[in-house]
């Protein structure tokens, strides 16, 4: 008996970006309360502490992802804090597995651009891999890699056409942001958290997606496995 692969099929990212639209909706409170809490790991960043912000970003990505793909509700149950207590026991590998993904981009990214965003999207689905299939940091970098072959094409397109809502967003609240900033005492701190509040409820969303990507690129994978020939 011997085994034949097929080749990957090619993922729909219409279909993703639609799906996730769909589970946005569905939940829509539980990820705007999401989204704020990424604003602080947003926050966090602005203001030096990248470490921070990986921290309150992966609590924030692990809720998420849980939520995304449980019943109705939260897995965790429908409340926030139940949901972030609940995450709290996969903090650890995938804090470090965003950490290793953020290194490795920006090492590629202080080589040549190209190398970069080759990692980026090559590793885009290593802490939802961390997160639903309970892989360890290096496995969970293993496994996007594995997952995204054949793929890195379609998903490039997916970040191309997520940077351009992050874009808006981004000019969006850019004038407002500029003018409350110029009001004494306050002002700058509150042109950048309604900045971050917005960027939070992006992340979130992007999150959504990727959880989308990684589920669809694995029923890819799961039916290109090999398969044995009689």
Do not use: Y
């Not at 969303?205 to 994978?221: D, N, P």
Request: glycine share 8%.
């Amino acid at each position: 008996m011997s085994e034949i692969n097929i080749a990957p099929g090619k993922l729909n990212v219409g279909a993703v970006i639609s799906q996730a639209f769909a589970t946005s909706q569905s939940k829509f409170l539980f990820f705007v309360f999401t989204g704020l809490t990424f604003s602080l790991a947003i926050l966090a960043g602005t203001n030096g502490g990248i470490l921070l912000a990986l921290a309150v970003g992966a609590v924030a990505q692990i809720v998420t992802v849980r939520a995304a793909t449980g019943p109705l509700g939260v897995d965790a149950g429908a409340e926030f804090v139940p949901a972030v207590q609940a995450a709290l026991p996969k903090f650890l590998p995938v804090f470090l597995t965003s950490l290793l993904v953020q290194i490795l981009i920006s090492l590629g990214m202080f080589f040549l651009i190209v190398p970069g965003v080759f990692l980026a999207v090559m590793l885009m689905v290593s802490t939802i891999a961390c997160i639903l299939e309970d892989r360890s940091p290096v496995e969970a970098l293993k496994r996007s890699r594995e997952l995204t072959r054949g793929n890195r094409w379609q998903l490039l397109g997916l970040v191309l056409i997520l940077f351009i809502p992050a874009m808006g967003v981004v000019l969006l609240f850019a004038i407002p942001t500029a003018i409350v900033s110029i009001v004494p005492g306050i002002g700058a701190l509150v042109g950048r958290v309604v900045a971050s509040a917005a960027l939070g409820l992006l992340g979130v969303f992007v999150a959504i997606i990727l959880t989308h990507t990684f589920l669809e690129l694995r029923r890819l994978h799961e039916a290109s496995a090999p398969a044995p020939l009689i």
